[in-house]
């Protein structure tokens, strides 16, 4: 048993001792016995008073009782009415015992949920019992507020308090607070984990760290060019993580698909061409195909000046830059043993020159074929 919940069944033993023990001393105070009230029985001795005084011969007028209210009637009722009614000088106490107790068993019951999940999903020790501390702090700070509130008795002040102390903490611990939320949504929804490669505010990176207040990236490009490691760390707030879309290379899965566009001329060999660029990508990712089940494929379209082919194949994210080189590496060498079977396309011009002054065509070539590189 943990110290909050001896805490917890003491109080719960003292409140139950108190409330015993209340009617017995309740009843050594004058006009406060189990019996009718005390202003009940001090207007009967006024009126046997009036009476004796009032001579026999005279009629004596008495007024019309005030409407007194009428005492409860259940057991339930009898012991609300003492401790928790208006004019009752125990109320305060008794509210405040309640408030104590509700509120250490609710933080209790929570901290104990909060611990187990912790404690099963957070990624690093430390986050978890740093988020533990600050969880135990501002309970203190709540049940300390509130149960001064419910010294004075009064449910209307300990609700607006409670509901105030809400919206202050709220506005004033906005960013710490959405950026604990932010901790707690992203280890118990697990958007991504550490070693995931994601893009967040429009940063790639790798994640290498997940703290109570950010997430660090190793970025990826920046200060060069594709997809590969600079070395820059890169400090994410979390509570941005609410406004900004998160992309995940490997969210549902380990590989992710990755293509290399190949242009070929239109009196290329289709067949060869096709079988070279399988065979390269198969060879260059052959445990990834063992893994997935699943071989490289052509997508093609039509240029003005070639065939634009699509090499797909599965990858691995933060290899990705490895692994596509090592194809093209293979496809070059592959083309340069069957040129001019295969043949890479470059785009192109043809100009026709238009002959004058009574030249004779051959002066002039009818076409003159021109690359962008002239």
């Known amino acids: ?28 105070f004058p006009g406060m016995s189990p019996g009718e009230p005390r202003r ?14 009032v001579p026999s011969n005279q009629v004596s007028v008495t007024p019309a009782a005030e409407p007194t209210e ?9 012991y609300w009415h003492r401790f928790m009614g208006p004019e009752s000088p125990y109320r305060g106490l008794v509210l405040t015992v309640i408030t104590l107790l509700f509120l250490l068993n609710l933080k209790a019951y929570l ?40 010294l004075s008795g009064s449910l209307r002040l300990l609700g607006l308090t409670a509901g105030f102390l809400g919206m202050m903490l709220g506005w004033s611990l906005q960013q710490p607070v959405t950026g604990i939320a932010a901790w707690l949504m992203i280890i118990l ?46 400090l994410i707030p979390n509570a941005i993580l609410f406004q900004n879309v998160i992309i995940n290379y490997t969210l549902e899965q380990k590989f992710m698909l990755d293509e290399v566009p190949v242009r070929l001329t239109f009196d290329s060999d289709w067949e060869l ?9 198969k060879e260059a990712t052959p445990e990834i195909i063992t ?11 039509f240029l003005d000046w070639g065939i634009l082919v699509r090499l797909r194949f599965n990858t691995i994210p933060v290899q990705r830059q490895e ?36 030249d004779r065509p051959d002066d002039f070539p009818a076409i003159q074929n021109i690359s962008p590189q002239q």
């Not at 001019?340 to 009574?358: D, Q």
């Open 1 to 28: 048993m943990t110290r909050t919940h001896i805490t917890a069944t003491v109080m719960f033993l003292l409140a139950l001792a108190l409330l015993t023990a209340l009617p017995v001393a309740r009843a050594q």
């Open 40 to 53: 009940a029985n001090e207007s009967a001795e006024t009126e046997n008073l009036t009476a004796d005084a």
């Open 70 to 78: 009428t005492a409860p009637t259940t057991l339930f009722g009898s």
């Open 111 to 150: 901290t104990r949920i909060m611990r187990r999940k912790l404690k099963e999903q957070a990624f690093i020790e430390e986050n978890a019992t740093s988020f533990l501390k600050v969880w135990n702090v501002l309970w203190k700070f709540v049940i300390a507020i509130l149960v001064i509130i419910a």
């Open 189 to 234: 929804k697990k958007p991504f984990r550490i070693g995931d490669r994601v893009i967040i505010a429009g940063i790639t990176g790798d994640v290498t760290g997940i703290s109570l207040t950010h997430v660090v990236l190793n970025q990826v490009g920046g200060s060069i060019g594709g997809e590969e490691r600079s070395g820059r760390g890169i």
């Open 273 to 281: 061409a096709k079988r070279l660029m399988i065979e390269a990508a």
């Open 291 to 301: 893994d997935t089940q699943q071989e490289p494929f052509l997508r093609a379209e």
């Open 323 to 358: 692994i596509s080189t090592r194809v093209i590496e293979l496809l070059l060498e592959r083309f340069r043993q069957h040129y001019p079977r295969v043949r890479f396309a470059i785009p192109s011009s043809n100009v026709r020159y238009k002959h004058e002054n009574g």
